[in-house]
């Protein structure tokens, strides 16, 4: 499976970004799909990931509350709605799809087979 990662840009603390992950493929729903972020100087950090339906999510503590992953396995796209952005939330963030193999929630990037190129989100204060 290919992905695709878009939506990100700059905006301001306390605003919103919604991030798209289109997949290629027809098996997408065989996919658990996270997405992680990593900032200049840090490691990569888990930030979200959606089970194969859609049924069941996983945040970082990080994000709770503020930011919510979707699928739409029709159209081959999971979402993550960001709101209440801060500056520490600034980062290049990749979507990842973990393989039919994968348990759940899977947040560590070794657990994931394919990752798409990152799209940079920047927050101001």
């Known amino acids: 499976v290919q992905l695709q990662a878009s939506g990100g840009g700059l905006v301001q603390a306390g605003g919103s970004l919604k991030l798209s992950c289109a997949a290629s493929g027809r098996t997408f729903s065989s996919y658990v799909v996270g997405w992680f972020r990593q900032a200049p100087g840090n490691e990569r950090e888990f930030v979200a990931t959606?089970?194969?339906?859609?049924?069941?999510?996983n945040y970082a503590d990080s994000v709770k509350g503020r930011f919510t992953i979707s699928r739409d396995n029709g159209k081959n796209t999971v979402y993550l709605h960001m709101n209440s952005l801060k500056p520490e939330d600034t980062a290049v963030y990749s979507c990842a799809a973990a393989g039919p193999h994968s348990g759940f929630p899977p947040t560590s990037p070794s657990e994931y087979d394919y990752w798409g190129q990152g799209t940079l989100v920047t927050v101001s204060s």
């Open positions: 959606v089970s194969r339906y859609g049924g069941v999510t």
